[in-house]
Antibody, heavy 120, light 107 residues
Framework: QVQLQESGPGLVKPSETLSLTCTVSGVSIRSYYWNWIRQPPGKGLEWIGHMYHSGTTNYNPSLKSRVTMSVDTSKNQFYLNLTSVTAADTADYYC??????????????WGKGALVTVSS | DVQMTQSPSSLSASVGDTVTITCRASQTINTYLNWYQKKPGRAPKVLIYAASSLQTGVPSRFSGSGSGTDFTLTISSLQPEDLATYYCQQTNSVPYTFGPGTTVDLK
């Protein structure tokens, strides 16, 4: 059974970098694509991007200039860095697994989410 | 980017009712369309993938249909535990995009 757990600071100052870790258990991180999704308070879901253990990444163009994703296969973890944050980046951040890039592809396992607040 | 719209944005229904939510894509996406259920404080949960395939463990009262640009999620015999917000998602192309959501509550 695939389990994911997000971790990281719950409070980040404006203009600083938001950094989150997703720890994967129950499966090798080499087996899937790994996604980050966020939901600002009272708003809908936004896909941030995904990566594969090979280093292949795709980012949402709306965030591309500020996003970096990486993976540590030895720790079965993957990471999100979002630079120059503002209050608009305040959200619940989720990690999720998927099997492909496009086509018949869905997010079947999710972490419980991590609330990140951007405030001074 | 593929833009996703949903209607209605919210609805009120009674236990036992049949509920229908529609999702439209701004361009054809074949059947690369998924439906998620989102409850406050919980992660989204996939209900339907590939437009009409029921995810393992999801009650059979949930069903999906459609292809191309127009899709439907149907909940037959609404149950109290179905009160949630429902999102469609396209995976035809990156960036993946979600619809704005449809909130289902009790009448």
């Amino acid at each position: 059974q695939v389990q994911l757990q997000e971790s990281g600071p719950g409070l980040v100052k404006p203009s600083e970098t938001l950094s989150l870790t997703c720890t994967v258990s129950g499966v090798s991180i080499r087996s899937y694509y790994w996604n980050w999704i966020r939901q600002p308070p009272g708003k809908g879901l936004e896909w941030i991007g995904h990566m594969y253990h090979s280093g292949t990444t795709n980012y949402n163009p709306s965030l591309k200039s500020r996003v970096t994703m990486s993976v540590d296969t030895s720790k079965n973890q993957f990471y999100l860095n979002l630079t120059s944050v503002t209050a608009a980046d305040t959200a619940d951040y989720y990690c999720a697994s998927s099997l492909a890039i496009t086509g018949w592809n869905w997010f079947d396992s999710w972490g419980k989410g991590a609330l990140v607040t951007v405030s001074s | 980017d593929v833009q996703m719209t949903q209607s209605p944005s919210s609805l009120s229904a009674s236990v036992g009712d049949t509920v229908t939510i529609t999702c439209r894509a701004s361009q054809t996406i074949n059947t690369y369309l998924n439906w998620y259920q989102k409850k406050p404080g919980r992660a989204p949960k996939v209900l339907i993938y590939a437009a009409s395939s029921l995810q393992t463990g999801v009650p059979s009262r949930f069903s999906g249909s459609g292809s191309g640009t127009d899709f439907t999620l149907t909940i037959s015999s609404l149950q109290p535990e179905d009160l949630a917000t429902y999102y469609c998602q396209q995976t035809n192309s990156v960036p993946y995009t979600f619809g704005p959501g449809t909130t289902v509550d009790l009448k």
